[in-house]
């Protein structure tokens, strides 16, 4: 494994998971809502979005969190070896995702590019502002778009770990103990 993508469900813990896995094997993690939520949750262009991200996956080793493959397209998983899909139960994932974000909303803490989760958005019914309702809406879209990309032959060269319980993601990081690489 050289070449990452972990994606899932926002609030599954792609992030966390993608910066465990980079700093055991020691390469670049790439967090792509860093890179795509600009100020004011402004998302950068879809041109500039795939150019900033091709530059940073040019190398020979990382790490990439993020599912978005409506505006990249195939752009991370062609390069891609490896995709770890972070596939918790949809109970679990909207657990955790209330539980971050209050606590963000509580802490103000700052995200990317000065952007902080707002209490309004929380219970916004819509999906584009409220990252609970969100992940609520694409959980299972999420899921039967990565079943058939597994089954996908254009895929055929891209191992596919999937990580469906806690137990499982740490199994998996046991695993990665002594592999790091360089580059």
């Known amino acids: 494994m050289r070449r990452i993508s972990v994606v899932g469900t926002s609030g599954s813990g792609k992030s966390t998971l993608a910066g465990e896995i980079a700093r055991r ?8 809502d860093a890179i795509h939520h600009q100020a004011g949750w402004t998302p950068m262009p879809a041109p500039e979005f795939r150019a ?6 040019a190398g020979d080793t990382w790490v990439v969190d993020g599912n978005y493959r409506t505006k990249l397209g195939d752009l ?11 596939d ?4 679990l994932v909207m657990r955790q995702i209330v539980t ?18 707002a209490w ?10 409220s990252v609970i309702r969100w992940a609520w809406t694409t959980h299972a879209t999420n899921r039967a778009r ?7 032959p254009a895929y055929g060269d891209v191992t596919f770990v999937r990580l469906d319980s806690r137990r499982a993601v740490a199994e998996f990081l046991d695993g990665l103990d002594g592999q790091a690489t360089s580059g």
Do not use: C, K, Y
């Open 88 to 91: 918790l139960p949809r109970s």
């Open 100 to 117: 971050r974000t209050v606590g963000r909303a509580v802490t103000r803490r700052e995200l990317w590019n000065g952007n902080r989760e």
């Open 146 to 152: 990565h079943l058939a990309a597994q089954e996908d």
């Open 120 to 129: 309004r958005d929380m219970f916004s019914r819509d999906p584009a502002r």
């Open 25 to 32: 094997l020691g390469i670049p993690h790439i967090e792509l």
């Open 76 to 86: 991370v998983w062609r390069r891609a070896d490896t995709v770890v899909w972070f």
């Open 52 to 57: 900033a991200v091709a530059e940073r996956i």
